[in-house]
T-cell receptor
Framework: DTAVSQTPKYLVTQMGNDKSIKCEQN?????MYWYKQDSKKFLKIMFSYNNKELIINETVPNRFSPKSPDKAHLNLHINSLELGDSAVYFC???????????FGEGSRLTVL | GQSLEQPSEVTAVEGAIVQINCTYQ??????LSWYQQHDGGAPTFLSYNALDGLEETGRFSSFLSRSDSYGYLLLQELQMKDSASYFCAVPNQAGTALIFGKGTTLSVSS
């Protein structure tokens, strides 16, 4: 059983399209995150949810909209994709905010 | 604001010892963590230091000096499989997420 799973693993799409990435964790953690890792491997926090409530929105364009239907799920929807959105998006969870992170396998988004 | 500085690259040979340093600037301090990431993989947790001193876990050790805002990850008896990126991380000011350094790429050769 994968602790943190995200789908799809790869997305290739055209500029201007909309795409979604789904994430689920079965660890019983209260906190979930989205991180973006660019081509230089810099890991940047995007969003953090604790018990379904948004607790961080780190100056991310409003084309990115996270949704947490319950504690175990955190999805990411991206509108009007741009070239600069190409990156690996990692979902993660932790028992408490800023605790030890358990990462999903990542979703590699390529915008053409 | 917060920032973490670590070397971008380190190279070593199998069997050697390597130290990856991390200096941080943060208002309020809740501990220093280290993560390992292999190419194409996800970051995985290695260690956490909340107090000064050395924490040892097998071949890997992590050190923290809060007065110097400095820590390091020590990898002993290096193996080829240790070739990866290593990230130090601290909680943000609000304590709601981890902020990562830019990572150190370790290359181990035979």
């Amino acid at each position: 059983d994968t602790a943190v799973s995200q789908t799809p693993k790869y997305l290739v799409t055209q500029m201007g399209n909309d795409k979604s990435i789904k994430c689920e964790q079965n660890l019983g953690h209260d906190t979930m995150y989205w991180y973006k890792q660019d081509s230089k491997k810099f890991l940047k926090i995007m969003f953090s949810y604790n018990n379904k409530e948004l607790i961080i929105n780190e100056t991310v364009p409003n084309r990115f909209s996270p949704k947490s239907p319950d504690k175990a799920h955190l999805n990411l929807h991206i509108n009007s994709l741009e070239l600069g959105d190409s990156a690996v998006y990692f979902c993660a969870s932790s028992p408490s905010p800023a605790g030890e992170l358990f990462f999903g396998e990542g979703s590699r988004l390529t915008v053409l | 604001g917060q920032s973490l500085e670590q070397p971008s690259e380190v190279t070593a040979v199998e069997g050697a010892i390597v130290q990856i340093n991390c200096t941080y600037q943060t208002s309020g301090f809740y501990g220093l963590s280290w993560y390992q990431q292999h190419d194409g993989g996800a970051p995985t947790f290695l260690s956490y230091n909340a107090l000064d001193g050395l924490e040892e876990t097998g071949r890997f050790s992590s050190f923290l000096s809060r007065s110097d805002s400095y820590g390091y990850l020590l990898l002993q008896e290096l193996q080829m499989k240790d070739s990866a990126s290593y990230f130090c991380a601290v909680p943000n000011q609000a304590g709601t997420a981890l902020i990562f350094g830019k990572g150190t790429t370790l290359s181990v050769s035979s």
